[in-house]
């Protein structure tokens, strides 16, 4: 009890359930919980608490203006206001009434909101090796004369890429997508989104037909079990977190489950806590979806009324008795049961997947498992009954939903003719125009393009991928790849490019953001950008313009010149869609979040998709005909009709498949990434000491065997690459080293993990996974030394030349567990 | 009987395949979606082989002489570059369909001997088979337009 009153995110405010009558109201549809009394509470028993964060020596009175925006941390979106007084942004403070933080901040706030130096304030192009500052007139007139001398060639289309990250607004996204989809016509379009979301919006699309959250953070409110698969919430989404911890502490509080191979906040706070072996997420979720089904805890109505695949569930999860599971996954057999009790007797399940899940081994098919549990026991659609796959920045959810990455606006299928129809009706331009002749292109097949030669644009908008991806730099530097960066600063990718141009940030700029719970908030435009610095938007706009993009009447593609247009446009887009914006407005907005799918009508969005079980499958509605989850083979679409979905959910049964980096003689421990708390991943300014030295987490047990003490200097090794570490003794399960990547993926250490480990990915999603492989340690200094001022890197080369004597390896880790499952 | 030339050309054209599969991976070292499916689909491919192996050694006691021209080559070593990816997974959707093809004449000859073991294992391997195709089209799909139309 006591460090969760130390807990620094502010004052605990516990809280129990709504009562029957107001989970009944919480069940209706919008229009009529308009006619309820209002004696009848339909917001959040979650109590308010404004947390406010200002500059030191300026208190709330003196501030000037407060101006409405949503939270850029974590992929929440919390409603906030942003603090400003002689014309600068000086703090923020949570909005007491928003529905998703009710006044909270994400402690990434704290400094996300400060001013940096080193702001881009002019455009710069290339000069030779160096960038020298320019006008606008001239930057924008290099990427229109590479633009139109690219169009000009065959297959022109195929010669443009674009990457985007998280501070782009909806507005901006959308805007983007009917440039690069109907304008130029490439389907080389990608973002960030692969790294944090692709997985979550892959599974939810394959269970359910499509993407968009099923539940909502109020779930949490009335939940009686709670859990957490592969999700560090304390660390990941620290607002939700306090939700989940408040109503744990309140009266009637849910029990809970965690599912994670390291200890944390989320694990300690746990009923039950499974902390499996890395890369078995899909043997432990057969195994509880065996105990459930075995013994009878499921609804079988709903099963047979709303879902497909029963049988064949049934078929590959009866291999996997609890006990069998327990063996894979390497923890005691009685907790699965004890897991499997409290997901079977849970009448309001509410579960959270995260990175644990999407990007670990088989993501795609252990995230639906997730899914099928919820469907074997019909928690979905009803107030308690929630899954959400989180994701990362919030604007990630637009960039998914809007086309600027993966498939079509609206989350339209690329496969379905339907679709393209409607979009070219739209647009007012031929179909041929929109490409739909193959999948769109993932994010390292668009820098495998470029590496080749045949992308001769890539244009990256608010993102650094070559700080993500090592040897990315050598690529974009090549001469025949003409590179634009539109960011706040000069990242490692703007250091490559041909034309760099300045953008406005959260704060200088107006338009939308949805959070992972589909809450729709507007940003307002609070100060001016910063000397040329120009929105987003306007960049996206005068682009459009100066490539004269025109539709088939001859009209201009892009018929809008501000955010609000934008919107609008995007709006009848969105008609008819499973993310329908069409009730949503400005105005509306300004009173608070409201979630999509939103008509006119209502004064509410839809809190809980699938109500009553109906699903987004049918043929003319699902984004996906489904893939094979080992392969990421195309199913099609005859074969989807046959089956006939029509509106019931997806049961799809994988069969575990041990990770490729198990570990073994050679490499005996498993390698786990983790992150620290204060990160900040929509990258509004470079944060993150580089230098940092980075930490491995060794469980004692191992630390003895391999004669290392707490601070020592360590050498970690994979068969693709190695770092160095200061060791850190703690850590759960034997066999297990953890090494935190501290600020947002940036800096050193990151870099390094991801050379240890990059190798697999999702074949489904397309999302690398980068939490597990199998590493040997060894000692390298004593405690009293000094750590070199940057860890020792060594990339694949320098691994295969290292000198392997002076390591020594640990012992195997089925010999450590029982030697050691007690310290 | 002529079922163990059938079941010589299906583990034959398996380990073919098996083989091919890794071969594009290491001539396309750069593609970064191949590594880990390949990889997966030639394992399959091999275990395809081994188990029509005991099979294969049954019957053959009861063959005759083997028919010409049984068996052609359909793959010849990886090619460089994204029109040489696409060549390659068009040579590997041929051999795969040799494999496909072969489970079907397989599956009938073993309801015609009335050889219960023999069905089991095309009724395991043969949906693997297919999946095999499903990927090698839905792959080709994703190279072609790119490859035929965006010369570097």
């Known amino acids: 009890m006591l460090d969760r009153i130390a807990d620094p995110r502010g004052r605990r405010t516990p809280y129990g359930p709504p009562d029957a009558v107001e989970r009944l109201a919480a069940a209706l549809p919008g229009r009529m919980r308009d006619a309820l009394p209002p004696v009848i509470r339909l917001g959040s028993p979650w109590p308010a608490r404004v947390d406010v964060f200002l500059e030191d020596g300026v208190d709330e009175a003196d501030v000037e203006r407060w101006v409405p925006a949503a939270s850029a941390a974590g992929s929440g979106g919390d409603g906030l206001e942003v603090a400003v007084r002689h014309g600068r942004i000086v703090g923020v403070r949570g909005r007491a009434g928003d529905r998703v933080g009710q006044g909270r901040l994400d402690p990434g706030e704290r400094h996300g909101w400060q001013a940096r130096a080193g702001r881009l304030t002019r455009p710069l192009v290339r000069d030779g090796d160096r960038l020298v500052e320019t006008t606008w007139d001239d930057a924008m007139g290099r990427i229109v004369a590479r633009s139109k001398e690219l169009l000009a060639r065959p297959g022109g289309w195929g010669r443009f890429g674009f990457h985007t990250g998280g501070r782009l607004f909806l507005e901006e996204l959308y805007t983007l997508a009917v440039v690069g989809k109907a304008g130029i016509g490439t389907p080389h379009m990608d973002g960030d989104t692969r790294w944090h979301a692709a997985t979550a919006s892959a599974a939810l699309a394959a269970s359910f037909g499509s993407d968009g959250q099923p539940g909502t953070y109020a779930d949490v409110d009335h939940c009686d079990a709670l859990a957490l698969w592969g999700h560090d919430a304390a660390a990941a989404h620290p607002v939700l977190w306090e939700r989940m911890l408040d109503r744990r502490l309140g009266p009637a509080p849910p029990a809970m489950i965690a599912v994670d191979p390291r200890e944390s906040p989320v694990t300690r706070e746990a009923d039950v806590h499974l902390a499996v072996r890395p890369g078995t997420n899909v043997a432990l979720m057969n195994g509880l979806l065996h105990e459930l089904i075995a013994n009878g805890w499921y609804d079988a109505a709903y099963v047979d009324a709303h879902t497909l695949g029963f049988a064949e569930l049934w078929r590959v999860v009866e291999a996997y008795p609890a006990k069998r599971a327990a063996e894979i996954c390497a923890v005691p057999a009685g907790l699965v049961e004890r897991a499997a009790e409290i997901l079977g007797a849970a009448e309001r399940l509410t579960s959270t997947v995260e990175g644990g899940f999407h990007r670990s081994n088989q993501a795609t098919a252990a995230a639906c498992q997730v899914n099928n549990l919820h469907l074997l026991r019909g928690m979905l659609g009803r107030p308690g009954g929630g899954v959400l796959q989180m994701g990362g920045p919030p604007s990630g959810r637009n960039a998914l939903e809007t086309g600027a990455t993966g498939d079509l606006p609206g989350l339209r299928n690329w496969a379905n003719a339907g679709h393209v129809r409607e979009l070219a009706r739209l647009w007012n331009v031929d179909t041929s125009a929109i490409p739909h002749w193959g999948p769109p292109s993932h994010a390292a097949q668009i820098f495998r393009y470029a590496e080749e030669g045949s992308i001769g644009l890539l244009w990256v908008c608010a993102s650094d991928p070559v700080d993500a991806m090592p040897g990315l730099a050598r690529v974009l530097a090549a001469e025949e790849t003409f590179v634009v960066v539109q960011d706040l600063y000069l990242t490692e990718t703007a250091r490559v490019a041909d034309v760099v141009l300045p953008a406005a940030a959260w704060g200088e700029k107006t338009g939308t953001v949805t959070g992972d719970d589909r809450t729709v908030h507007l940003c307002e435009r609070a100060v001016d950008p910063p000397g040329e610095a120009r929105p987003d938007l306007d960049i996206l706009l005068d682009y459009a313009r100066r490539m004269d993009l025109r539709d088939r009447q001859g009209g201009p593609l892009v018929g809008w010149a501000g955010p609000e247009q934008a919107f609008e446009a995007w709006k009848a887009c969105s008609k008819g869609r499973p993310c329908d914006y069409t009730g949503i407005t400005y105005d509306r907005l300004r009173g608070g979040g409201v979630q999509w799918p939103c008509t006119p009508g209502g004064s509410y969005g839809v809190e809980r998709l699938y109500a009553g079980g109906r699903f987004a499958t049918s043929a003319g509605r699902c984004q996906t005909y489904g893939h094979d989850l080992a392969t990421g083979a195309e199913w099609g679409e005859e074969r989807y009709t046959a089956l006939a979905p029509g509106g019931r959910a997806f049961l799809l049964a994988a069969d575990y498949e041990p990770s490729p980096e198990v570990a073994g003689d050679e490499y005996p421990l498993v390698l786990t990434t983790s992150r620290a708390l204060r990160r900040f991943p929509t990258r509004l300014a470079p944060l993150g000491d580089r230098t940092r030295e980075p930490v491995l987490e060794v469980h004692p047990g191992d630390a003895a065997a391999l004669g290392i003490a707490d601070g020592d200097l360590v050498r970690v090794e994979s068969p693709l690459g190695a770092l160095e570490a200061r060791a850190r003794l703690s850590g759960l399960r034997p066999g297990v080293v953890i090494l935190p990547l501290g600020h947002a993926d940036r800096g050193e250490a990151a870099r390094a993990a991801a050379e240890l480990t990059l190798t697999a990915w999702d074949p489904v999603s397309r999302q690398p996974l980068r939490t597990v492989a199998a590493v040997r340690v060894a000692k390298t200094a004593g405690a009293q030394e000094a750590c070199p001022a940057a860890p020792a890197l060594h990339g694949r080369l320098g691994a295969a030349g290292g000198e392997p004597g002076v390591t020594a390896t640990a012992r195997a880790p089925a010999e450590a567990s029982e030697r050691f499952e007690e310290v | ?152």
């Open chain 2, 1 to 152: 009987m002529h079922l163990a030339h059938y079941l010589g050309l299906l583990h034959r054209s398996q380990n073919e395949l098996a083989d091919a599969f890794r071969a594009v991976r290491r001539g396309h070292p750069r593609e970064p979606d191949l590594h880990g499916v390949c990889e997966r689909l030639a394992g399959q491919c091999s275990a395809h082989a081994r188990r029509v192996e005991p099979f294969l050694r049954h019957y053959s006691d009861f063959a005759p002489e083997e028919p010409e021209r049984l068996h052609a080559p359909l793959f010849a070593g990886a090619r460089r570059g994204g029109f040489g990816l696409l060549r390659d997974l068009h040579d590997l959707y041929l051999l795969a369909t040799v494999c496909d093809v072969s489970w079907g004449v397989v599956a009938q000859a073993a309801k015609g001997v009335r050889d219960e073991e023999l069905l089991d294992v095309v009724r395991h391997c043969g949906p693997e088979t297919t999946v095999h195709l499903r990927w090698l089209r839905t792959r080709i799909r994703q190279a072609a337009p790119q490859a035929l139309v965006v010369v570097p």
